[in-house]
């Protein structure tokens, strides 16, 4: 991977507290290269409480763009010029384009997901939509999900927080909790399940104590993880060997970032293209 430096590069970069492991500079200069575009994708730390500041920082240091983890994806909601749907709807901005001093604030998350499962054939218009979690991944999911016009119901563990991401789009989105016989009704009323609890994630030790709720799903509803580490979750395994259409979350985090770059450069990419730039990137890195 080569991106070359001319005194004309735009600068973007990834904030974040901590930042160090992430993995978007990797993917995004991958895809800067393949495309031989005139940008390159820094690694910026900017320490909890210091949102505002990096902005003017961002705006006076010549960003055209940032990406935005942990702690600053809400702060950065109340400082933008104009917002889309989806950071609208959930209050957090993970991509920040700056032009002429406005700061343009998006969330690809969403969008991302809509994206991979459009890869597999899934549309999720008129779906009555099963969604376990209620963190920030399942808050960008449930904002896009109701923006391409399905019906979510969210179960968390937390009920209170079900509930704040039921207020996002009350009618759109009902709350419940996470027992094992709520998970069976509302799965039997579903047609598509997502996961965006950190249920099965590597480096956790956490795991469903249950997976018999997914036998009440209707057998064409497709299941989703949002977690890509491992590969198969056991959620994911479960819901194959029961015949579901089923995918995990390396789609919605490399159609999440090839969205970011197309807000970046105002471009459209060819998907196909810097989905392999980025993929060999991640296998390579
Ligand atoms: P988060 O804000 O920390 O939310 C975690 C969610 O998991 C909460 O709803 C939490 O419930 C639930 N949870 C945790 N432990 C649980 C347990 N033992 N039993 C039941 N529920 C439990 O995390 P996030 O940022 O939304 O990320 C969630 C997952 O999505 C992670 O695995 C992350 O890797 C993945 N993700 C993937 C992508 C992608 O691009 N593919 C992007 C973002 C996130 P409570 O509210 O009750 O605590």
Request: glycine share 10%; with cysteine.
């Amino acid at each position: 991977m080569l991106v070359k430096l001319e005194n004309t590069t735009k600068k973007l970069c990834v904030i974040g507290d901590p930042v160090l492991h992430t993995r978007s500079p990797l993917l995004q200069n991958a895809m800067i290269s393949e495309f031989g575009l005139d940008y390159v994708y820094l690694c910026q730390h900017v320490p909890k409480g210091e949102t505002t500041r990096w902005l003017e920082c961002a705006k006076f240091g010549g960003y055209v763009g940032f990406n935005a983890t942990m702690p600053h994806k809400e702060a950065l909601a109340p400082l933008m010029d104009g917002l889309d749907e989806v950071a609208r709807l959930c209050g957090a901005v993970n991509t920040v384009c700056i032009r002429d001093g406005r700061a343009m604030g998006y969330n690809t998350d969403g969008g991302g997901f809509l994206r991979a499962l459009g890869g597999l054939g899934v549309e999720p218009a008129g779906k009555r939509v099963m969604l376990l979690g209620s963190g920030g991944a399942a808050k960008a999911v449930a904002a896009a999900l109701v923006g391409a016009g399905a019906a979510v119901t969210v179960c968390n563990r937390t009920l209170s927080k079900a509930e704040q991401v039921a207020a996002m789009a009350p009618g759109s989105i009902a709350s419940a909790d996470f027992k094992l016989e709520t998970l069976r009704a509302v799965a039997a009323d579903s047609g598509l399940l997502v996961n965006c609890t950190s249920l099965g994630m590597e480096g956790t030790a956490s795991q469903f104590d249950d997976l018999t709720f997914l036998e009440a799903l209707p057998r064409e509803a497709a299941v989703c993880d949002a977690i890509y580490a491992p590969a198969e979750t056991l959620l994911l395994k479960k819901a194959r060997e029961l015949g579901h259409p089923a995918m995990n979350g390396m789609g919605m985090l490399l159609h999440q970032a090839i969205l970011a770059l197309e807000h970046f450069t105002g471009q459209v990419l060819d998907v196909e293209r810097a989905k392999a730039a980025a993929l060999a990137a991640l296998k390579n890195g």
